[in-house]
């Protein structure tokens, strides 16, 4: 049962790329800040204000799960310049869970509610503080919620709201079973190749787009745009400044880092390019599906397998949470079979 209890409101507040392990998709947490993307080309043949679900009187549009399912991509790992090509290929089942999530948040919602939890002004206030430290460098708290036309009654609420299912959460998880040193050591044997770290680099990107069909004048000026930015870079310019000015891609918001990634995460060009490049320098123009692109590898890390030692906390963790999750699990059903969930028909 995928649990993402993040608020909606915090979650559109700033941008960033914020990777996280699989673990903890199923994870409650405090309001959270997530990627900001290039729009996604809508469906033409979808209706995106269609209705997809209906709970206990609050609807789901295709549009709002659209933009769950983006936040999903981001969880995943996926790159914002690959967005528009994983959406194209994964969009229908993340379309499916964005669905589930949002039925069971909704009565999550609607039961903790119903309880009055109570949550006191010194809580709300420090998931401010916490949501204020994850903000880019530089945008203040009133920046970030001018930007979304929101006031700070707005976002105190929501806090309220994404507590409150927090603390029911740890209500009805409270009594699970913790994991002991046996089951984490059997843990750790049965999965041995879930704890080999993969290879994995970091780099900032400047792309200039260029689309695959077109034709071969817009390919030789894309290139050669490329090329005098490159001379520039050579020249002893910023990379971060010239990605702001030129890069076609989101990442240009933070001088063009794309953050950490493993092999299979970047199309092939590019991945070749930033595995093999030296560290620190800016290597020559690399043609990708998207365009062309200056890559600057700013760190990369070999490959290798944890020890037992090193993963225990991490496995008794996981093994925690997945016995809350299982209890959580029951409870949602709960909730379930007592709300009257609706599917209007299709219109795709």
């Known amino acids: 049962v995928s649990l993402i209890l993040t608020s909606a409101v915090c979650l ?17 947490s405090p309001p959270t800040v997530a990627p900001s993307f290039a729009p996604v080309t809508q469906p033409e043949s979808k209706n995106m204000e269609a209705t997809l679900v209906t709970v206990d009187g609050k609807s789901l549009t295709r549009a709002m799960a659209m933009r769950m399912a983006q936040e999903m991509a981001a ?25 589930d999530q949002f039925i069971n948040q909704s009565l999550i919602e609607k039961e903790a509610t119903r309880q009055e939890i109570p949550v006191s002004d010194e809580e709300i206030d420090a998931v401010i503080a ?23 009654a707005d976002l105190r609420t929501s806090i309220t709201g994404n507590e409150r299912m927090r603390k029911l959460y740890e209500a009805q998880t409270a009594e699970a079973a913790k ?18 770290t993969e290879e994995s680099a970091s780099a900032n990107h400047i792309l200039i787009s260029c689309d695959e069909k077109a034709d071969e004048a817009a390919h030789a000026k894309a290139k050669a745009d490329t090329e005098a930015i490159l001379a520039k870079v050579n020249e002893g310019g910023d990379f971060a400044a010239l990605a702001k ?19 299979g ?22 043609k990708t599906q998207f365009g062309y692109h200056l890559i600057q590898v700013t760190e990369r890390t070999e490959g290798g397998a944890r020890t037992l030692e090193e993963v225990s906390d991490e496995i008794r963790t996981h093994l925690d949470r997945q016995a809350q999750e299982a209890i959580f699990g029951t409870f ?3 909730l379930r079979e007592k709300a009257e969930i609706t599917y209007p028909k299709s219109d795709a």
């Open 12 to 28: 559109t507040l700033a941008s960033g790329c914020n990777k996280k392990a699989e673990d903890e998709n199923t994870q409650v």
């Open 75 to 99: 969880r995943q790992g996926v790159p914002p310049q690959m967005l528009e090509q994983f959406m194209s290929q994964m969009g229908g089942q993340l379309e499916k869970q964005a669905i």
């Open 130 to 152: 916490q949501l204020s430290g994850t903000l880019p460098e530089g945008m203040t708290l009133e920046q970030a919620l001018q930007a979304q036309n929101m006031q700070l």
């Open 179 to 196: 994991a002991t040193d046996e089951e984490i050591a059997a843990f750790f044997t049965e999965n041995a190749e879930r704890f080999k």
């Open 245 to 263: 000015e030129h890069s076609s891609c989101p990442s240009k918001d933070k001088g063009g880092s794309l953050g950490s990634f493993g092999r």
């Open 265 to 286: 995460r970047m199309v092939p060009e590019f991945e070749e390019a930033a595995f093999s490049q030296e560290i620190g320098t800016v290597g020559g123009v690399v």
């Open 332 to 334: 949602i059903e709960g």
